[in-house]
């Protein structure tokens, strides 16, 4: 295809015009979504929907703050509503959701590993703690 | 659907002892010279590895944040309380942070409508969501900037404030600072990409990832507040 002669003169002419980005070639994938082109069209409403979710989202876990709910239960809230909207954002918003395998789990996988980061930086702090408290008089 | 399979000498699965055949494919999967990520424009795949290695960069403050916090033997100051703002006579905690969730949430939501009417070739209205984007985003890093100056007028340093755990403030300035700076640079990013819709740029290559792209941006960005948010804020 000839990119360079193919300058546009209107929105409304183009509006219409769902082509594949050539860089991607031109074939549907089987078995990727609906047979969605590379150039991932969705419906306006579902990104609307998933607004109003993230803003009650938001709202409840700043509820949370704003009655002081404390202890386990605030950390359980807290931690619910940030997975998932964390997992909204990706899955919709960065379209995570109909992204073939092979990019899913390249992005997904690696991040696992900060499970060991966290779980050997929790001993360290513990151990940091108690030092500090036994040792060096509270640390203060 | 096109195949480039690469050929490779076949190896018997049913020699003894030898690695099972979907473990010889997936290794040869990547390690032949082929493409790994079909059908995935490059220049996606490319900022998909960069968020990556940026999820590690953010990863480490949070945790570091974590280690701080669990190993101090002072109380660590109540955010609930350290962000709290006088409106008409009465404290309302953590409102202005609220605000702030909310704004970034909402430009995520034009980005990724952005997005949408990119595909759609709707020049005039991809540009305006995404110029309502950035103008959501300068909205944000001004809050931002409003609140640093708060509290920097109220005496939080990195290595001290009045209310409590030292360690505070260097928490504070380094996360909200790194992402105040990933915001910044979003807007310009987006302001860019804009510029270049409303002229016709991507019409003329045919290939309006790039708006794509910069949304992937912008959406990790939020990405990343909400654990801010959630760790930081409310913890």
Redesign the interface.
Known sequence: ?N??T???TS?AA??G???A?????T?A??G?GAGHT?????P?GV??K??AY??VL?TL??L???F?VAGVM??VL??T??VL??GL??A????MAW??M??VY??LV??LA?GT??FL??I???Y??WT??LFLG??? | MEHREVTRPSVSAAEPGGVPQGLRDLAGDWAADQEVFRHVHWGKAMIWIFLLSDTFIFSSFLVSYMTMRASVTVPWPNPSEVFALTIAGQSIPLILIAIMTFVLISSSGTMAMAVNFGYRRNRRVTAALMLATALLGATFVSMQAFEWSKLIHEGVRPWGNPWGAAQFGACFFMITGFHGLHVSGGVIILVTVAIKVLRGHYDVSGDYSAVEIAGLYWHFVDLVWVFIFAFFYLW
Not at chain 1, 21 to 25: M, R, S, T, Y
Not at chain 1, 38 to 42: D, R, S
Not at chain 1, 92 to 95: E, G, L, N, P
């Open positions: 295809m990119h360079a193919h300058v546009p929105d183009l509006a015009g769902h082509g980005p050539e860089a991607h070639g074939a994938e089987p990727h590379p150039g991932q069209t969705h306006i990104y609307l998933v607004w993230l803003f938001s876990s700043y949370v703050d704003y002081h605030r950390w807290i931690l509503f940030m909207k964390a954002i990706v919709i918003f960065m379209h992204e073939r092979a990019l390249a992005i690696p991040p900060l980061l966290i930086m929790w360290e702090a513990d940091t703690f500090r408290i509270g640390g203060s």
